[in-house]
């Protein structure tokens, strides 16, 4: 069974960090451009970060470039986000996406999400 599970997610003060995981089944993720979107109440849909099949190329949103780092491991068919100094506007649920092709494609897989909050 094709699935894509994320985890990581929780509650954290201002400027704290957490580490979301995306682990897939079923298929390898390898294959996949592999992409961390958000989706916050009354907001649209938002890209994250992604990082292209073969690793060479990641792209982030500008509201997490030099805080978030997207990371793959291959061995346990998973991938990260690294998530530092964060800002209550990151609160959100997260989610990861198999995209196929380059990172701007369509998504093919995606997990249910887990959800960030930052608070204090």
């Known amino acids: 069974q094709v699935q894509l599970v994320e985890s990581g997610g929780g509650l954290v003060q201002p400027g704290g960090s957490l580490r979301l995981s995306c682990t897939g089944s079923g298929f390898t993720l390898d294959y996949y451009a592999i992409g961390w979107f958000r989706q916050a109440p009354g907001k649209e849909d938002e890209g994250v970060a992604c990082?292209?099949?073969?690793?060479?190329?990641?792209n982030y949103a500008e509201s997490v470039k030099g805080r978030f780092t997207i990371s793959r491991d291959s061995a346990k068919n998973t991938v990260y986000l690294q998530m530092n100094s964060l800002k209550p506007e990151d609160t959100a649920i997260y989610y990861c996406a198999a995209i196929l092709g380059a990172c701007v494609g369509p998504k093919h897989y995606w997990g249910q999400g887990t959800q960030v909050t930052v608070s204090s």
């Open positions: 990082i292209s099949s073969g690793d060479r190329i990641t």
